[in-house]
Structure formats: structure tokens, C-alpha cells
């Protein structure tokens, strides 16, 4: 592919829904463009976007794709996203590489919970927009209502630019509003539809809005000239219509990419830092090198892929470079253009260009490469957090050898999934966006690194405690030729607060236990806090006091007194009315007010405790308590009640007590878990 310098390139990420028809969309404007031959088929499994084997297999894009192709002199780097909520990550990235954004609406389905979800994101990072409104030639498709659902969920600075000419089977192409050329049998709706589009251009210019006040007929160049200015602001944000599948409206949707998105030159400066002082970066290929790595791909033959947007300067094949995330030097041997799972080697990328390198030791996901003099840091990308949690298991002794490396090289692929440990079940714990998210990167561990692995709920990590003051006295004797054992000690035992934690003292008089056996005791007690009495979970905030015991002049030792101390422990703890303590999260959700009933409702039957709900601008704002065991898994159940729109975060708060009534039933399944 030839070079192509900043104002010569477009970058553009798809968004929408899930099934809207980002990814056909793609396919259909890399054929427009002549960058393919044929046009392939998401069903099929043959699209340049959806490569990986998990995508075709579950006919849905799964991960973030590049697609570059050449429009009237112009290159346009396409960002396929997915649309699925589980994925929101390849979105988060996709949006740091974009200088604008194409959000994609079914003609039949209109808008959708996630084109609602990424209209926000897109505001949010404040990139022009175009709304794309696909499948005319699909059965009940019907622009009218789609452009109206946009106007009402969008924003009415949204208008048609294009009309379409006919609908489903009958669909032939559209009629451009901008230019007046509309064919009679669509002149009935362009008449309202050429007046929606100059009154919202007209709002981008004083003189416009004059003259259009005094209801002079705004001509072509006026509305290009108006439009241009007014989609780089927000003003402004253009509808077009078409279909991908017989590529009527795809050429009208490239040229308004051309006319009316920024270049990277166009485009505000990039903030980042150098040596602690906040600089701008414009997109000039003599400035200093920034190259941002947006995703990183562990491919199992090319190995890791550094998918990469450069800012300010040139990267040049055969360089050395700085990670300023690493504090590493870097060689890079080869600059890519990635066109879906193809690298094109290329001389360098410069400054708002969009590629790849192979092989990169050190960098990863929100890398910045630049010089060591220049030691240049743009912002990393701010993931969601991971709420859904499951339990990692390899399936044999091989899959256990390669289970950290794999696991490690999986996360690097995809930051918006969290590996930890969690010291108290020794479980491998993955945390990801949802159910799906974490079947794929179980999929992926198998197909890319040969690791079969086992998810599973977390094991919560209960813990014992005692609920009153109880004596319990253990005798250890044992006899067995020369030397026996002898240890024998009575103790007490009392709760202590809520966090105190364990205690142990003596209040041993008269020797009954000798001075040198005490620590002995203590060291039974204590590896008894470890192994549990109830059902095996640590013991905690209890205290504990030697009050008397006896001794054997030959028989005695240290040993007998550390079995004495375990022992009677174990024997105090159940005749201590002994319960469970439950790690209970704090739990923080947002999610739109008419879904709050909902969701409090549903936060009643899981043993939660609401700390407070306020409602501001049509959002309502939860604080709750939730036992660990209901929230580790949550997500999934939010998401659902809120059609999508919930967004939930999590973070420890503290031990409760487990009630009564679900003790036994905890204690049960844990002692047959345990057997088996």
C-alpha cells in the first residue's frame, strides 16, 4: 500500500449495536474501494474483519479489526468493534486510535440499547460522528422511523443527508439531499428532510442562520461548506443511508468520510507528557516520535503484534525506539499495514497513521514508543473494570505447566480482562465483562497456547468465628514403649470484635503448665486457626486464653503440648456456637431511573443491604452491600434487568456474619466439595 501522508488519511472506528452490520459494512467499502475482489459474508466466515476462528464459529465480531482501503486519493483506516458488551474493551481502545466515528443503525431494528451505549462513549471522547442507517434492502426496513428514533435518542442536530430509493427488495440507492438531485419518487420526503438538514446547518454559522431565518433557500455549497464545519465541531451530525450487501449508498458514505471527517492534521492536539511538564502533539511527521500501542494481539505463529497509532513524528522499519510505559529500549525490524489478519511490510508509518509491529520485547497495551531523549507519555487506556468472576482450573498436569504463561500472554492481549490470586482458596481467579468474555479467552488458551482450562464460580473465602465464651480442655496422652507423650491444657475462649483479629495469652498460675511449653500451645492454637474447626475455613477474631493444664515430667515435650493446644481449640470452637463470616462487597451501580425498581428489587433477594439511591438527570445511582457469593457473578444478572444500559463496580468492604439458616447448608457442601 502506497504512503499516504495526515491529511490524506481518515481514522475511523464502526460502532453500533451487535448485528447491526459493522463488520459487512466493512467488507462492503474495502470492495467499493477495490481493496478486495469479492465480497465476503459474516455468515460465511470469510470477511477480512472477523479472521479469528471464534468469530466465524460464533458468526459475531469478537475483537477490534483494521481495515484500510483507498478512497479517491485518501486513505481511510476502518476500525471494526465489536458490538457485543462483553468486548466494550476493543471498543475503549478503538476510540483511542480514531479521529472520528461511524455509528451503525439497522433500517429495521433502529436504535438499540448498545448504539445508545456507544453514542455515549463517542461523546465522551468528543469525536465527529457520522450515523450510518444500513440493511435498506432488508425486510422491514424503514428509514423514516429509523431516522426519527435517531433524532429523539441522539440528538436532533442528527439529519438526513441522504434519502433512500425504494426500500427492502425494492432498494436501488439513494438521493442526495446536500446536491438536490432526488428522483420524483422520493421527492415527497425530501422536502422536510433538505429542511431539517439546513436548519442544522444553518446553527454552525451566524450568516447561515440569517439567511435561513429569512427563509432564503440555502444552496449546495453553503450546506457542504456548513456541513464540513459543522461535523468536525459536534454540530452537525450526518445521516446517510445504503446497503451492504448490494452496495447502493456505500461510495456516498466513503465520500462523506472524505468531506466531512478530519485528517489527523485536522484534528485537536494530542496531551501528553515529557519529564513531567503536560505537552501537545499535532499529528507532523518531523516532530518528535509518539507512536501509541492501542492493542497487542498474542498471535501463536507471528507471536505478539503491536498494533500502533502514530501522533506526532515518523516510525521507520530497522529503528530503535523508547517505551516510555517500560522505561525499555525497543528494536523495531519490520512497520506493517494491518488489513485484517494480513501484515503489508511497509518503509514507516508517520504521524496519523494507523499500523503494526511484530515481536516487540517489552511494550505493551498503552505503550507510548518514542525516543529516550524525547521520553514522551501519552495517556494509557482506561479499561472498565472487571466485574465477573470465575475460577481458573487446568484440565491435567501439562494444561497446570503452561497455565501461567498462557494466562499472562491472554491478559496482555486483552487488558479488560484481570488475572489474581486469591491467597485465601489458592484459586487462579480471571475477571472479565461477562460470561462470554471469559469463554472466549478459555477458547482462545486452547486454540492459540494447546491449554485446556476449567472455569468455575470462585470458592468464597468464608471464615469461622465463635459467638460466645466457652472452656475446653484436651488431654494428649499416648504410650508406645520408651518415651510417651503427654500434654494437657485447658483453655478458654472468647469472641473478639468484628477486624480484632486472634489473641493469645496465659493465665497459667503455679506451673501447671511449664513456662517453656506455653509457645507450644500457642502454635497449636494457631495452626488450628489455619485448618478451621466448623468446615475448614480459617479461623478469626477469637481470643484465646491458657488457663490451666498439666504436665509429665518424662512424658511432656513440645510437641505433646502443640497437639494439647490444636486439639482443645478445635473442641472450644464448636462449643463455642460457632458461625461463618462472609466477605461482603461494596457494590455501586448506575443504570437509567426507570430500571431502579428493578434492580433494588432484585438486590433485595440477594441478601443485600441498599446504603442509598439517588436519582440525577433520568440516571439512578446505588449504593449497596452485597454478600461476595451474590456479586462475584452479578454482572451478567444488571445487564439483563437494565437492558444493557447498568454499569456496576465493585470493591471489598468487609466480614459479616452469614445467617443462621444458611450456615449449615454452606458447611454441607463444603465437607462434600471436600470429599470429592
Known sequence: MDQFTGPKIRNVVLLSHSGAGKTSLAEAMLFASKGISRLGSVGDGNTVSDFDPEEQRRETSLQLAVIPCVWKGTKVNLLDTPGYADFIGETVS????????????????????????????????????????????????????????IRAKLGNRCAAVNLPIGAEASFSG?????????????????????????????????????????????????????????????????????????????????????????????????????????????????????????????????????????????????????????????????????????????????????????????????????????????????????????AVHPKSKADHDKLSVSLARLIEEDPSLHLSRDPSTAETIVAGLGDTHVEVMAERAKRKFGVEIELAPPRVPYQETVSKVTKAEYRHKKQSGGHGQYGHVVLRLEPNGRGEGFSFKSEVVGGTVPREYIPAVEKGVQKRMGEGALAGFPIVDVKVVLIDGSSHAVDSSGQSFEIAGSMAMRQGVLDAAPTLLEPIMKVHITAPEQFAGAVVGDLNTRRSHIQGMSPEGGIAYIDAEMPRSEAQQYSTQLRALTQGRGVLTMEFGHYGQVPPNLVERIVQSTQEATKA
Do not use: C
Request: no cysteine.
Open 94 to 149: 478503538a476510540l483511542r486510535a480514531a479521529d472520528a466515528a461511524v455509528v451503525v443503525v439497522s433500517a429495521a431494528s433502529g436504535v438499540e440499547v448498545g448504539t445508545e451505549l456507544v453514542w455515549e462513549r463517542v461523546r465522551e471522547a468528543g469525536l465527529p460522528v457520522i450515523v450510518f442507517v444500513s440493511k435498506m434492502d432488508r425486510e422491514h426496513a424503514d428509514f423514516a422511523a429509523a431516522l426519527a428514533q
Open 174 to 390: 439513494v438521493a442526495d439531499l446536500v446536491a438536490g438531485d432526488v428522483p420524483a419518487d422520493a421527492q415527497a420526503d425530501a422536502g422536510a428532510a433538505r429542511d431539517q438538514l439546513a436548519e442544522a446547518v444553518a446553527e454552525t454559522d451566524d450568516d447561515l442562520t440569517l439567511k435561513f431565518l429569512e427563509e432564503e433557500r440555502l444552496s449546495a455549497e453553503e450546506i457542504a461548506s456548513g456541513l464540513r464545519a459543522g461535523v468536525r465541531t459536534g454540530a452537525v451530525v450526518p445521516v446517510l443511508t445504503g446497503s451492504s450487501m448490494n452496495g447502493a449508498g456505500i461510495g456516498e458514505l466513503l465520500d462523506a468520510i472524505v468531506d466531512y471527517l478530519p485528517a489527523p492534521t485536522d484534528a485537536p492536539p494530542v496531551k501528553a507528557e515529557k519529564g513531567g511538564t503536560e505537552v501537545e502533539l499535532t499529528a507532523d511527521p518531523a516532530g518528535p516520535l509518539a507512536a501509541f500501542v492501542f492493542k497487542t494481539s498474542a498471535d501463536p505463529f507471528v507471536g505478539k503484534l503491536s498494533y500502533i497509532r502514530v501522533v506526532s513524528g515518523t516510525l521507520a522499519s530497522n529503528s530503535e525506539v523508547w517505551d516510555s510505559k517500560t522505561s525499555e529500549a525497543e528494536r523495531v525490524s519490520q512497520v506493517f499495514v494491518s488489513i485484517g489478519k494480513h501484515q503489508e511490510n511497509v518503509p514507516s508509518l508517520v504521524a496519523g497513521d494507523i499500523g503494526s509491529v511484530a515481536k516487540l520485547s517489552h511494550a505493551v497495551t498503552g505503550s507510548t514508543l518514542t525516543t529516550k531523549d524525547a521520553a514522551i507519555a501519552l495517556p494509557p487506556v482506561e479499561f472498565p473494570p472487571a466485574v465477573y468472576n470465575v
